[in-house]
C-alpha cells in the first residue's frame, strides 16, 4: 500500500514540474483555449541564450493598454540593452518568471536595460490586471490576438516565457534567459561597466 502511495505522489510531483515549464502553443489550432502546458516545451539550449550577434531584432509595433502604438525601435536606441519579454497574464510560468524579470528591471534599469512586455493576452481586463499585479513597471504592448499576437508571430514564439536581449546596436545578445541565467546575464553585460 505504501509503494502505491508514494508511486501516485511521485507522479503528481512529476506531473506539477511538468505543467509549469512552458505554455506552449498547440500545433494548427487559432483557439487559445486549446493552448495547454504540456511536457514537450522547447528546451532552451545554449545556443538560445547566446545569440550570434550578426542576428539583428526584428521591430514590433502594438498598441499600449491604453491604445496607443509604440516600436521596440522607440527604445533599443536608447538604452545599452532591451529584454523583449513575451508573456500571457493566463500563463502560469510566465507569472512564476515574472519575480525574476522585475529583479533583473530594478538591478539593471538605471544602468542602461528596458524591458518590453509583448503580452499574448486576448482579454485587455486580464492584461491590465496582470500588468499592475505583477508590478511590471516598464512599456507593454498587445494586439490581443492570443498566440497569434503579430509580434509573437514574427520572433517565431512557440511557448512562453520567452524573451529576445538586443544590445544598442540592434544586435540579439541572447535568447530565452530565464531565472539566474537572465540575472546572471545582465550582471556580466552591465556590471562590467
Known sequence: MKAKHLLIVCWLCSSVAIAFTACNQKPATDNQAENVQTPE??????????????????????????????RVSD??????????????????????????????????????????GVSLDNNRDAWIKAIELLN????????????????????????IPANVLVDQQGNVVAKNLRGEDLLNKMAELLNAE
Open 41 to 70: 516545451a522547447e528546451a532552451v539550449t545554449a545556443e538560445d541564450q547566446s545569440a550570434a550577434s550578426s542576428e539583428k531584432y526584428i521591430d514590433i509595433e502594438l498598441p499600449t493598454p491604453h491604445g496607443d502604438l509604440i
Open 136 to 159: 511590471m513597471p516598464w512599456p507593454q504592448m498587445s494586439d490581443l490576438q492570443g498566440w497569434n499576437c503579430a509580434g509573437a508571430q514574427l520572433y517565431n514564439i512557440r511557448s
Open 75 to 116: 527604445y533599443v536606441p536608447k538604452n545599452k540593452y532591451t529584454l523583449i519579454d513575451f508573456w500571457a497574464s493566463w500563463c502560469g510560468p510566465c507569472r512564476a518568471e515574472m519575480p525574476t524579470v522585475v529583479k533583473a528591471y530594478t538591478d539593471y534599469h538605471a544602468k542602461g536595460l528596458e524591458v518590453i
